[in-house]
Every structure is written in C-alpha cells, then in structure tokens.
C-alpha cells in the first residue's frame, strides 16, 4: 500500500514539473516573440500587405514615409514595381492599430489591367464553353463506347475459336 501511495506522488510530482516546465516554455515564448515583433519591426517602413503568389514569390505593399509602394520578391531577386499615390489610399490606413487594410486586390488590379484584358477575352462566352465541355464529354463518352464494343466483339471472337 505504501508503494502505491509513493508512486502515486511520484506520478503526481512529474505531472507537476512537467506542466510547470510547459508553462515556463510558454511564457518564454510570448515573451521573446514580442521583443522580436518590436526588434523587426522598422520605424520608418512598414510592410502593410503580402500577397502570396505561389512557392517563393509574393507581392509587398509598404509604406515608407508618406508613400507607398509596390515591391515583388522571387527567390532571391527584389524587384520595385511601382508607387500608388496617396489619393488612392483610404485615411484611415494611416492608424496604428488598424485591422482593416487597403483593398490590395483592388489596386493590384488596377495596375495589372492588361492582364484583366486578356482574362475578359478567355472568359467572353460561358455558353459557347459549356457547349464546347457537353461536346467534348460526348466525344469521350463515344470513344469509350467504341473501344468497349471492339473489346467484346474480340473476346467473343476468342470464345468462338476456343470451341
């Protein structure tokens, strides 16, 4: 019995360091996290969005001074794409403790309406696609029909020469 009531407090003893060392690691880690948030945080530039445009390469809008500006990174290249100028900005961006961002979507279409251009072309007749995919899958669905029927009339003919 008294082996039990000592591994019982044993048991108990570890559950407690160890929840304490949890704890100990948790704190440590909110702790150095915002000193490093501050530490990285620049005072004059200050990146307001990121866009992810696949593996390795996004798009940077940040603010420096009183301008704003549109960077690209890929890999290890850095490339300035242009400058929007204040008009274009919301007044309330300016706020510290903002959650609502600019409409990056809006402005990165804006400058990338030649792309659009080319998007409205693809995309000009929906009905004439939907034909074309109904056509297409009639096609395959056909094909599939005949390959079938040519694999059962060859193994009916194998059947017959058999007997």
Not at 21 to 41: E, P, Q, R, W
């Amino acid at each position: 019995m008294q082996d039990f009531i000592g591994l019982f407090f044993n048991l108990l003893l570890f559950l407690i360091v160890f929840g304490a060392i949890l704890f100990i690691a948790y704190v440590t880690t909110k702790f150095i996290g915002k000193k490093s948030n501050k530490i990285m945080k620049g005072k004059y530039i200050k990146i307001i969005e990121t866009l992810s445009l696949g593996f390795d390469k996004q798009i940077y809008l940040l603010k420096t001074g009183n301008q704003y500006v549109l960077l690209s990174y890929s890999g290890k290249n850095i490339q300035f794409l242009t400058t929007i100028s204040m008009d274009e900005i919301p007044e309330d961006l300016d706020q510290d403790n903002n959650t609502e961002l600019l409409n990056f979507k809006e402005i990165f279409e804006k400058y990338l309406s030649p792309l659009n251009i080319i998007k409205n072309k693809k995309t000009k007749h929906p009905e004439n696609k939907k034909k074309q995919d109904s056509n297409n899958f009639d096609n395959n669905l056909n094909k599939l029909r005949g390959i079938n029927n040519k694999y059962n009339i060859d193994k009916i003919e194998k059947e017959d020469e058999q007997k």
